[in-house]
């Protein structure tokens, strides 16, 4: 019986926390204006939300009505992030952000011109990719394995091809994980610039 219980309470556990993760995948949300359609993505990206975001523009495409792409996201997938990058590169797509943080940014560096704020309290925060944290040296410096290596060459090689230069990169690694911070706009220009 006391058996019964604990598995019990172990698939309450999972299922709460599947229903969380689940509950917490990117959103998008249509508003519709005068001078055409606001999509604005938000939440945790995850896996898929490329697919998401790449449905909604075709749709948007073929009834020929104007949209803007709105990025508002605490973060999330890296992977999935450089696919929403080179997804809005590849298509030619401007974004706005409204406050775009971790794995967002990492999105938004591929819009075709500048990602621009959607308002004065805008922000693009950035940090070292978590999974490198861990290999930190005590002097500040990264030991990371071959694994963990070629995911953060991958990470800047994207970034480099999006912004034709390491800046972004670079500004992300030196920013402790636990630590984020917004870019000024004076690193902003010097990235897209």
Known sequence: ?????????????????????????GTLEHRTLSK????????VMQRGD????????????????????ILNSPGGDVD???ALGK??????????YYRCASACAIAAIGSISPPK???????????RPSISQSYVRPDGSL???????KMMLQLKDYTVQMTKNSTFYDLMIDVDFYQPRAL???ELDTIFH
Do not use: N
Not at 87 to 96: E, K, M, P, T, W
Not at 143 to 149: D, E
């Open 184 to 186: 000024t706009q004076k």
């Open 117 to 127: 704020p959607y308002d004065l309290s805008s922000t693009l925060i950035i940090h």
């Open 36 to 43: 055409g359609v606001q999509l604005i993505y938000s939440d």
């Open 143 to 149: 030991q990371m394995p071959h694994g963990v290596q």
């Open 1 to 25: 019986m006391h058996t019964h219980r604990i598995l019990q309470k172990i698939i309450l556990l999972f299922s709460s926390v599947l229903l969380f993760t689940t509950s917490r995948a």
């Open 80 to 82: 999935e992030a450089m």
């Open 87 to 96: 997804y809005l590169r590849s298509h030619r797509i401007a974004v706005q």
């Open 50 to 69: 490329t697919q998401k975001i790449h449905s909604a523009i075709a749709s948007l495409k073929a009834s020929e009505k104007t949209f803007s792409l």
